[in-house]
Each structure stands twice: as structure tokens, then as C-alpha cells.
T-cell receptor, first 116, second 109 residues
């Protein structure tokens, strides 16, 4: 069974600085998707970035980028120029195909605090 | 695009009553929707997969008779918590098309 591990329950970053959130996963599949979701206090899940496993190039979305190491099964999120609005829970997720549909497996989350 | 809505956003009910939560895909059709449960400061746990026109698929440990799911159309799935008890109090989130609804906070007194 696939698992997703986020080893950092909480992280802090100074405004305008860069922070990296870690995520590792375990799978025997070769084709899959990985995601980072942000959950602010409103609790609305917001897609931050996604990575397709068959693509070697790391995904980027403005200030957000990933370091995808397929062999190491590592998928970290880098937030550059951190802003106060980045403060939230961040969940790493693995999407697998099973029983005729896609299913998401979420990590336990990392709470990011942004210090002014 | 790909907006998912939920109703209600929060609900308080008495122990023993049933509560229905709706999940709608607003601008797309979804043959499959997902229901998650999230306890405070914890991750999302998949409860069940809602399939349009057929029975829902429940994850291990989820009581299908307690959490009734109906996927009546390609844009609507409902989750009914039957005979609710305080331990059912939680945040329920639906998902479709890779997007998530805003969630429903259920408090059972």
C-alpha cells in the first residue's frame, strides 16, 4: 500500500525568505501524480502544485517549486519569497489508480508559520 | 473551472438525528466524487468513493450503514450521517475532478 510521510509537523519562515517542506512516499507503481495542497484557516483545500511521475523536470508555479527525486521517492516543496498569506497547513498527496478511479493519499501535514 | 460546492458549511444537530451533506460539481460532471473526514489538526482520511448510478465504495473501517452515500446525478452526491453521535463531530470534505469543496463542519450535541 502506498504511504505518504511528512516528517515536519511545523515549520517557520521569515517573511521574504525561502522554506522547504519535505515529503516522502512509498509506492511500487511507476506512473502516478504527486501534489501539494494548502489548507488555510478557512480549511478550503487549495492546489499549490502537481508533479507527474514520468516527467523528470520539476514543476514550478510562480514562487512555488518542487524537488522531485523519483528514485529516492522524495517530493519537497520550496516556497520562495514567503508571504504572510502563505501561512497554512500544507499537505503532500499521492494520487493512485484503484478500483476504477483515482484516489488520493495524504500526508499528515506541515503547519507553516510565516513571521513578519 | 472545476468548482465544487458543499452545503451546509456547518451544522449542529442533536444526538440520534440524521444529517445530510450535499456536494455539487458546479461546472462539470463527475461520475466519481470522494468523501473525506478531517479531525482537528489531522490529515484528510478518505471515507468513501461515490459512484454515479451505483453503490458507493467504502474504505476499510467506515460503517456504510452509518454514512449513507447517494450519487443521484452527475453533479450531486450526498452524505447522510445517520443516528449521529458526538464522536461523529468532524469536518467533512468532498472532492471531485481534483478539486475540493469548502467542507462542512458537523457538531453533534
Amino acid at each position: 500500500a502506498q504511504t505518504v510521510t511528512q516528517s515536519q509537523p511545523e515549520m517557520s519562515v521569515q517573511e521574504a525568505e525561502t522554506v522547504t517542506l519535505s515529503c516522502t512516499y512509498d509506492t511500487s507503481e511507476s506512473d502516478y501524480y504527486l501534489f501539494w495542497y494548502k489548507q488555510p484557516p478557512s480549511r478550503q483545500m487549495i492546489l499549490v502544485i502537481r508533479q507527474e511521475a514520468y516527467k523528470q523536470q520539476n514543476a514550478t508555479e510562480n514562487r512555488f517549486s518542487v524537488n522531485f527525486q523519483k528514485a529516492a521517492k522524495s517530493f519537497s516543496l520550496k516556497i520562495s519569497d514567503s508571504q504572510l498569506g502563505d501561512a497554512a497547513m500544507y499537505f503532500c498527496a499521492y494520487r493512485r489508480w484503484g478500483s476504477g478511479t483515482y484516489k488520493y493519499i495524504f500526508g499528515t501535514g506541515t503547519r507553516l508559520k510565516v513571521l513578519a | 473551472g472545476a468548482v465544487v460546492s458543499q452545503h451546509p458549511s456547518w451544522v449542529i444537530c442533536k444526538s440520534g438525528t440524521s444529517v445530510k451533506i450535499e456536494c455539487r460539481s458546479l461546472d462539470f460532471q463527475a461520475t466519481t466524487m470522494f468523501w473525506y473526514r478531517q479531525f482537528p489538526k489531522q490529515s484528510l482520511m478518505l471515507m468513501a468513493t461515490s459512484n454515479e448510478g451505483s453503490k458507493a465504495t467504502y474504505e476499510q473501517g467506515v460503517e456504510k450503514d452509518k454514512f449513507l452515500i447517494n450519487h443521484a446525478s452527475l453533479t450531486l452526491s450526498t452524505l447522510t450521517v445517520t443516528s449521529a453521535h458526538p464522536e461523529d463531530s468532524s469536518f467533512y470534505i468532498c472532492s471531485a475532478g481534483g478539486r475540493f469543496g469548502p467542507g462542512t463542519r458537523l457538531t453533534v450535541l
